[in-house]
């Protein structure tokens, strides 16, 4: 099939990311390491703590995925680690840079070249064509627009949108312009992938897809971190982290949804009062 074609030229593309000997994941190189993370928002006259003191730890080629109830910080997690907010307070390392330590002009190039963002709503420019969309990382980078746009190609025909490429995000349903959002995320091919809940409006067969494409990219070494609701999305990852009311609440090993929708529930049905609010 020519989208099993497809994927077997990316998946050599990215094979010389992995040391030759591909060592285990606790011998790679950490991609991602927070400690004491946190993040207020001031919401009129209430202050949101959104993350307290979180501490993460993700190497390169994982596969991580973070649950946790409505309102529990996973989004202003992500949102930090994409270098696209500032903590309050905490250190936050992103490729071996730490990232509050860099100027504003530095930021931009880490968030261009090393990191691949999929939004929760998707943030697709309206007047742009699904192609376009997914193209304009790399035009914003610079990048020769022939070679790039066969990759526009490959990466729709990956996530299954092969017959989209000229409609406008207007056009096309929530789960495929999702899909156009992660095609987007991967075109300048990064060394990490944030991806927030990208199959929330997805079919399963889509789903699985999107999930075996993020599973696939992980074993050839870029680095995935998701966000997901949904038990089943996250078994597909290596590691599962739990947020609740800003902080961790607990991890689990990936492959088994029932083990992650019973720890998610016990979470759920705990007592909280959302994330702290203080005058
Ligand atoms: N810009 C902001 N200003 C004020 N409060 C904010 C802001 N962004 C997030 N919050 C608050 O911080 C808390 C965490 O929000 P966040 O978006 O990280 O949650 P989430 O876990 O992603 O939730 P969901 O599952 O609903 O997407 C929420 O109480 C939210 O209202
Ligand atoms: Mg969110």
């Not at 993700?58 to 973070?66: K, N, P, S, T, Y």
Request: hydrophobic content about 35%; aromatic content about 2%.
């Amino acid at each position: 099939m020519l989208l099993d074609r497809v994927t077997e030229a990316l998946v050599r593309r990215q094979r010389n990311r992995r040391d030759k000997l591909s060592p285990a994941s606790s011998q790679q190189p950490i991609e991602v390491e927070a400690r004491s993370l946190s993040k207020t928002f001031a919401d009129g006259e209430r202050r949101v703590e959104a993350l307290r003191q979180v501490d993460l730890e993700v190497r390169r080629g994982d596969f991580l995925a973070i649950m946790g109830p409505s309102g529990s910080g996973k989004s202003t997690l992500l949102h930090l680690v994409g270098a696209l907010d500032t903590p309050t307070s905490g250190t936050l390392m992103v490729g071996g840079e730490r990232l509050g330590a860099l100027s504003d002009n530095e930021l931009t190039t880490i968030r261009s070249e090393q990191i691949g963002f999929v939004f929760q709503f998707f943030n697709l420019l309206p007047t742009l064509t699904a192609a376009e969309n997914v193209l304009l990382p790399a035009l914003i980078a610079g990048e020769r627009s022939r070679q790039s746009k066969g990759r526009v190609t490959e990466l729709l025909g990956l996530v299954g949108l092969a017959e989209r490429e000229g409609h406008l995000p207007g056009e096309l349903s929530g789960g495929e312009q999702q899909r156009v959002s992660l095609a987007r995320a991967l075109v300048r091919n990064p060394g990490l992938i944030l991806a927030d809940e990208p199959t929330g409006n997805l079919d399963t067969e889509s789903g699985n897809t999107v999930l075996g494409l993020l599973r696939r990219i992980a074993r050839e070494g870029q680095t995935v971190i998701m966000v997901t609701h949904d038990p089943v999305a996250a078994s597909s990852a290596d590691k599962i982290i739990f947020l609740r009311d800003g902080q961790r609440a607990g991890e689990i090993a990936g492959g088994d949804p029932q083990h992650a929708a019973s720890y998610l529930s016990q979470l759920d049905n705990r007592n909280g009062d959302g994330p702290a609010r203080r005058p």
